[in-house]
């Protein structure tokens, strides 16, 4: 699956996070198809931090795991409304979550890395921090901005 098809269906939220758990919860309860299983998404996100941090730097973290229940990946954009420490050098204000069905393998790996390549783009993670609210959110990501001159 290409990300192009993944970001078309990713819901978005502003969000007034305490702390990685708190940041954890509203992204397994966006990316859960049912109300019932945004516990198991947060196991199986907490689970895959206690393996090492996804913070990738920039402020941005890119929290995943497999959910055995899910036909299709799923992906939750949160930008927090103030930065919380997620393990990784610096703490996280922009949070990309991912939830992949159990067969995914090589797609898991590739959403991963056309993720990061989209959030080392500095216009990108700019326009990011100043959206209002999940709609602006969602605009940036669907129509991003141009690159930057290397």
């Not at 502003?14 to 758990?21: I, K």
């Not at 703490?91 to 993720?115: G, N, R, W």
């Not at 901005?145 to 290397?150: D, E, I, Q």
Request: overall charge negative; some cysteine.
């Amino acid at each position: 699956m290409p990300l192009t098809d993944l970001l078309a269906a990713v819901r978005t939220q502003v969000l007034p996070a305490a702390d990685r758990d708190s940041v954890l919860k509203a992204a397994a309860r966006l990316l859960a198809c049912r109300e019932a299983n945004a516990e198991l998404l947060y196991q199986n996100l907490c689970q895959r931090e206690t393996l090492g941090s996804t913070a990738i730097g920039h402020g941005i973290a890119i929290p995943h795991g497999r959910a055995p229940l899910l036909e299709r990946p799923r992906g939750a954009l949160l930008r927090l409304e103030s930065p919380v420490e997620f393990g990784g050098d610096e703490p996280v204000d922009l949070v990309f979550a991912i939830a992949v069905p159990a067969h995914y393998t090589h797609q898991h790996l590739m959403l991963l890395s056309e993720l990061a390549e989209l959030f080392s783009e500095p216009a990108i993670r700019q326009a990011l921090r100043e959206a209002r609210d999940g709609e602006e959110l969602r605009r940036v990501i669907e129509f991003p901005p141009p690159a930057s001159a290397a």
